[in-house]
T-cell receptor, first 109, second 112 residues
Framework: QKEVEQNSGPLSVPEGAIASLNCTYSDRGSQSFFWYRQYSGKSPELIMSIYSNGDKEDGRFTAQLNKASQYVSLLIRDSQPSDSATYLC?????????FGAGTTVTVRA | NAGVTQTPKFQVLKTGQSMTLQCAQDMNHNSMYWYRQDPGMGLRLIYY???????DKGEVPNGYNVSRLNKREFSLRLESAAPSQTSVYFC???????????FGNGTRLTVT
């Protein structure tokens, strides 16, 4: 079983809608959780990090973490065409950072 | 402010050839990583170096070797390239275990 699983997508949402991305992980000892955005042909860039249970908001992005359920999610509110990208969930255990396969989001105008 | 610099950006090899991918960071980060990215597979960890002088295998180390030359530089070597190693390779670094990764711009490698 892959360590980090994401909803496979692709996900298509209308402009202005909420995009919801989900991620589960297998290692209960994981302590740090990240969401990266990757545009086609570019390197991943960090958009959110979360370390404790609950919600963390940054602008139009909200990350949610539930360690008991081994679940982390990302909500993108008021989706814009510039949000069209692949979103990667990453889970850190000590020095090793494991990534999910990514969910491709397309925001249609 | 260069961050993480990878060279080369593109490379084409024939099966059996060898090459070294170079990575350098100027952020005084302690840990460095090599990932490969294939379509539908996400990023898979090849090797990492938690600190200068140490290296450890990741998820897919076979066919690769690494050298942490100093705190700034972490190279990835393919001794005998195979078509299965066609991929995009990313180098990354972090300051400490709770920090996020900073990525280089990637090397697109094709093995024919």
């Amino acid at each position: 079983q892959k360590e980090v699983e994401q909803n496979s997508g692709p996900l298509s949402v209308p402009e202005g809608a909420i995009a919801s991305l989900n991620c589960t992980y297998s290692d209960r000892g994981s302590q740090s959780f990240f969401w990266y955005r990757q545009y086609s042909g570019k390197s991943p860039e960090l958009i959110m990090s979360i370390y404790s249970n609950g919600d963390k908001e940054d602008g139009r992005f909200t990350a949610q973490l539930n360690k008991a359920s081994q679940y982390v999610s990302l909500l993108i509110r008021d989706s814009q065409p510039s949000d069209s990208a692949t979103y990667l969930c990453a889970v850190k255990d000590d020095y090793k950072l494991s990534f999910g396969a990514g969910t491709t989001v397309t925001v249609r105008a | 402010n260069a961050g993480v610099t990878q060279t080369p950006k593109f490379q084409v090899l024939k099966t059996g050839q060898s090459m070294t991918l170079q990575c350098a960071q100027d952020m005084n980060h302690n840990s460095m990583y090599w990932y490969r990215q294939d379509p539908g597979m996400g990023l898979r960890l090849i090797y990492y170096s938690a600190s200068e002088g140490t290296t450890d295998k990741g998820e897919v180390p076979n066919g690769y070797n690494v050298s942490r030359l100093n705190k700034r530089e972490f190279s990835l070597r393919l001794e005998s390239a195979a078509p299965s190693q066609t991929s995009v390779y990313f180098c990354a670094s972090i300051l400490d275990p709770n920090s996020p990764l900073h990525f280089g711009n990637g090397t697109r490698l094709t093995v024919t």
